[in-house]
Structures are given as structure tokens and as C-alpha cells.
């Protein structure tokens, strides 16, 4: 029987020869065209792009040549992108989407597709619920009615100029120059090598760099940064007396900020700043979008700021929705991703890591001290996420207490229920809690924050005991 291909928060990803192979991957993208066939555009052109992953190009030209079956031009990328060079490729080529081949952060084992519409932003529910819908009428016996291979040659497309541009147009990189800041670079083997860096590098800003070569396995770990994986970065730093380390994971679209004294600043705090930052620095007031899961040093900004709050289920899709109407300023995540007022509805790690550059230079203050700033006016937020395995036994019975509101946690009253995605608790104390079952595996995420880090401990040891006792 034919594995079921699913779609989830940024697409299908699955380990290389097990569920990612030749068939699957071909399958899906038989799905992905012919749903755009269905949306009965004129000339439909998709772009077709991946990150530095194995077998990535094999897939490339394999996605091309079947999209050309079905009349649909594949303008296809021949570099590693990052991903929202990609979506704004989509949007500056009038494209009618973008297949990527991209398992982002996941370990070197896995490869994946991510499905961005035209408008460049990750496709919405019900346009990869058509997609999975698409890919089971092929598997229904369509196969044998094979396109037709006459179809339109491949044309290629560099987004890389398109976007470095755009980004010149966004970040302020003049200030960086002129305050003489140093920065620190690692890609992460990944897709943002010969961006951030060449940005800052023609700007004539100290930039160095690590990683910057191809390495499928990406060290032997999944190209994530954060703060475990970001030693070699710290030492480049120390190397050349950075004012800032910027870190992108695989395919660029989540960031990873190290301090001026080595402290990886948590994505939480580097939304807020650049929150704070932008209202301060572009006079935007618009409002601002985060995840349920995400700090509430945000809603504190807001408040102060008085600008309109927006709370997202997670995944960054709701946000890029929200930069699509032009309702915020920024929208971010937890999970180190954000995006900015008219820019690309995808996480963007790539700008993320240059506007932080913008906010030290001008600001002149590292990250950690515009921080306590930040505390001393809005009060000080502790969040922390956990991740908890669940028996099949402990899973049943949590899920049900889920469905419950209860009325007191930590010893504290529960003021709020929020359900926007999973439950979350806010306490009378200004404190909460959110939990998140994982659709793919036995396991509840657990977001903590507190108003102080004794206050943290407690509510952490109080929200394992809530799924387990």
C-alpha cells in the first residue's frame, strides 16, 4: 500500500529511502501539479528550488521534467536557496507557486517539499488538503494517463540578486558600517551561505564566516541554531571581537543570535526586541503577531507601545496571513521565525539575523543589555519550552484532561483559558502555561513562562506533574 503523503505546518518531511523516495517524492509533486492545473491559470509556471540537502538536485530535475507533463514551466533554481528568497521569487516572477525541497531543521537524514502559493506565502490547509486529495486521485489509477512529456522546457531563475536586493532595501546597512560592528556568520552548511555574509561583506562591514562549504550531513547534526550547536560561531567571534553572531539553519527561514559575550539570546527575546526596535526605528504602528506559544514580553511591548495584539495558532502560515493584510509590524515565533511589514509571508532567518546587526549598531548596546532596558520598563518575562514522551496509556488519559478547564495550576488561579491551538493557562499571577500534543508523534509540547526565574522553576515542575500524575 502506497504511503499516505500529509502535508503538515511547513510540508512533507520524511527520512531519505524510507518514506522519501523516488516514488513517494514523485507522487507528491504528480499531486502539487496537478492542483495548479486545477487553479486554470494562464500559462501556469511554478518554481522548482531546494536546500543543500542530498539527492536535492536529483529531485529538482525530476519535479521539472514532471511539471512540463502536466504544461506547467518549471523555472528552476540551480543553487541551494534559502527559502524566502524562494517566496519572494514566487511573488517578483508572478509565479503560480514554488515546490522546495527542504526539510529545514530536521537532522541530514531527511529531506522534504514544502508547497509555497502564489503569493509566496507556505500553503494554508485547504490548499494542501487539495494537494493530498490530488496525489490520492493519481494513485487511483490515473497513473497510467501520463502527461504528456512535450511540455515547456525548463528556464532557470536566480533569486539571489532579486533578494539581496530587496533585504538592501529593508536593513539599514549603512549603521552597521558606520558603527564599526563585527559580525560573525555561520550558515550552517546550509542554504544562506554566500547571503548574509556577501550582504554584509559589499557593505564593507567586518563580517567572517564558518560552515560555509556543502555538507549534506551538516556536521553530523541536524542544522539547527541553537545555542548547543553554535560553539564554532562563538569562536569566530571570539576570533575576530564580534559585536554579534548571526546563525540560519538548513534552509534559512529560522534564525540563531549569540550576544556580544557568547549568550545565545532565546528567540523569544530577539521578536520582542525587534518589535520594540522597529516601532522605535520606522515609526510603524500597526500591530503585531505572534503564536499562543510565544512570550508575553510581547503583549507587555504592545501594550506600551499601544499597538493592536494578534494571537496565532502555531505555524508561521497564520502570521503570513496576518503580513499579507498589513495588519503588524513583525510576526514571530518561538521556534525562531519572523517576518517583518512588507516583506515575504515566510519566516525569514536571513533578515532576522541582519536586522538584529541594525538594532545593536544603532542602539549601541549589546542584545543582553537592551534587554534589561527592556525589563525595567515592561517588567521581565522567563519562557521556556520542554518536550515530554508520552506512553500510549499516559497519552490517552492526558488528552482527555485536556478537554477539561480547570480552575487551578501551580497553586495559582487559573484566570484565562485560552484555546487558540492546544490549551493554555493564564494564572492570576501573570504566569502560563501552554500544552501541545504533536501530530506525528507520542509527544506533548510544553510551553512555561514566568514573571521571574525561581517563579519559572516552580511552573516548570508544575506543568510536568499536570500531564504525568
Not at 511547513?10 to 504528480?30: C, I, K, L, M, P
Not at 559580525?183 to 542554504?191: K, N, Q, R, S, Y
Not at 488519559?397 to 488561579?413: C, I
Request: charged share 25%.
Amino acid at each position: 500500500m502506497a504511503t499516505q503523503i500529509k502535508f503538515g505546518t511547513s510540508g512533507w518531511r520524511a527520512v531519505v529511502a524510507e518514506e522519501f523516495t523516488f516514488e513517494n517524492v514523485r507522487r507528491a509533486v504528480h499531486g502539487i501539479s496537478r492542483y495548479v492545473v486545477s487553479q486554470k491559470s494562464k500559462s501556469p509556471k511554478v518554481i522548482v528550488g531546494r536546500d543543500p540537502r542530498f539527492l536535492g538536485e536529483t529531485f529538482v530535475a525530476m519535479a521539472a521534467e514532471i511539471l512540463s507533463g502536466y504544461q506547467v514551466t518549471p523555472l528552476v533554481i540551480a543553487e541551494a536557496a534559502p527559502t524566502p528568497a524562494i517566496s519572494y521569487a514566487v511573488t517578483q516572477a508572478k509565479a503560480d507557486g514554488a515546490i522546495n525541497f527542504t526539510a529545514s531543521h530536521n537532522p541530514p537524514e531527511y529531506n522534504g517539499i514544502k508547497f509555497s502559493t502564489p503569493d509566496g506565502a507556505p500553503a494554508l490547509p485547504e490548499t494542501t488538503k487539495a494537494i493530498e486529495a490530488e496525489i490520492a486521485a493519481y494513485d487511483q489509477g490515473l497513473r497510467s494517463q501520463r502527461p504528456v512529456s512535450t511540455g515547456p522546457g525548463s528556464q532557470a531563475i536566480d533569486p539571489r540578486r532579486m533578494y539581496l536586493s530587496r533585504l538592501r532595501e529593508i536593513v539599514d546597512l549603512d549603521v552597521i558600517k558606520k558603527a564599526g560592528l563585527k559580525v560573525a556568520f555561520d550558515p550552517l552548511w546550509g542554504a544562506a551561505r554566500g547571503y548574509s555574509d556577501t550582504l554584509l561583506h559589499e557593505a564593507g562591514v567586518e563580517v567572517a564566516t564558518v560552515h560555509d562549504y556543502r555538507d549534506v550531513l551538516f556536521g553530523g547534526h541536524a542544522p539547527e541554531p541553537d545555542d548547543h550547536l553554535l560553539d564554532d560561531l562563538r569562536q569566530k567571534m571570539r576570533d575576530i571581537g564580534a559585536g554579534i553572531g548571526i546563525a540560519t539553519d538548513g534552509d534559512a527561514d529560522r534564525f540563531g543570535i549569540v550576544d556580544q559575550d557568547g549568550t545565545f539570546v532565546q528567540p523569544n527575546y530577539i521578536v520582542a526586541l525587534l518589535f520594540d526596535y522597529l516601532v522605535e526605528s520606522r515609526g510603524w504602528k500597526n500591530g503585531v503577531g505572534k503564536s499562543v506559544a510565544t512570550t508575553n514580553l510581547i503583549n507587555a511591548l504592545a501594550q506600551k507601545h499601544k499597538i493592536q495584539l494578534y494571537e496565532t495558532p502555531v505555524g508561521f502560515k497564520y502570521i503570513g496571513e496576518l503580513i499579507k493584510e498589513d495588519k503588524i509590524v513583525i510576526g514571530g515565533e518561538e521556534s525562531a521565525g519572523l517576518s517583518i511589514r512588507k516583506h515575504v509571508p515566510e519566516k525569514d532567518g536571513v533578515l532576522a539575523g541582519l536586522l538584529c546587526c541594525e538594532m545593536v549598531a544603532r542602539r549601541g548596546a549589546s542584545l543582553g543589555t537592551q534587554l534589561e532596558k527592556i525589563f525595567a520598563e515592561v517588567g521581565s518575562f522567563y519562557p521556556l519550552r520542554e518536550n515530554f514522551r508520552l506512553t500510549p496509556e499516559v497519552q490517552a488519559k492526558f488528552t482527555e484532561k485536556l478537554r477539561r478547564d480547570p480552575t487551578e495550576f501551580s497553586g495559582s488561579k487559573v484566570a484565562s483559558v485560552v484555546r487558540t491551538d492546544g490549551l493554555k493557562l493564564l494564572l492570576a499571577d501573570g504566569s502560563w502555561v501552554c500544552y501541545r500534543l504533536s501530530g506525528t508523534e507520542p509527544v506533548v509540547r510544553v510551553y512555561s513562562e514566568a514573571r521571574s526565574r525561581e517563579g519559572l522553576q516552580k511552573l516548570s515542575a508544575a506543568a510536568k506533574a499536570w500531564i504525568f500524575d
